[in-house]
Nanobody, 125 residues
Framework: QVQLVESGGGSVQAGGSLRLSCAASRYTYTSYCMGWFRQAPGKEREGLAGINPGGGSTFYADSVKGRFTISQDNAKNTLYLQMNSLKPEDTAMYYC??????????????????WGQGTQVTVSS
């Protein structure tokens, strides 16, 4: 059973920053590709970023490239999403998620197998 616990969401003004965290088991963290997606009301799910296990290759959606950074803390089994230069259109529920593969390409992150409960990010203008 894959369990993911997100934290770090909140409200921020446009141009501000937030860092999301996602705690996972050691097995999940070292075995599977992990990433983030978001979903706003009335909109489709949007994959944002992904990373191969062990701090491998990273991937980003064009909409966040250069503004968001995905990273891992191996000692804490924690995945992060650093979000800078936030825009009102970034407002959404953000989810940490897993693809049960050991090696991923960007297309792998279009179908996540497990995800957490989500954390809300609200960006005001």
């Amino acid at each position: 059973q894959v369990q993911l616990v997100e934290s770090g969401g909140g409200s921020v003004q446009a141009g501000g920053s937030l860092r999301l965290s996602c705690a996972a088991s050691r097995y999940t963290y070292t075995s599977y590709c992990m990433g983030w997606f978001r979903q706003a009301p009335g909109k489709e799910r949007e994959g944002l970023a992904g990373i191969n296990p062990g701090g491998g290759s990273t991937f980003y959606a064009d909409s966040v490239k250069g503004r968001f950074t995905i990273s891992q803390d191996n000692a804490k089994n924690t995945l992060y999403l650093q979000m800078n230069s936030l825009k009102p259109e970034d407002t959404a529920m953000y989810y940490c998620a897993v693809v049960t593969l050991r090696t991923c390409t960007w297309s792998s992150f279009s179908n996540f197998d497990y995800w957490g409960q989500g954390t809300q990010v609200t960006v005001s203008s």
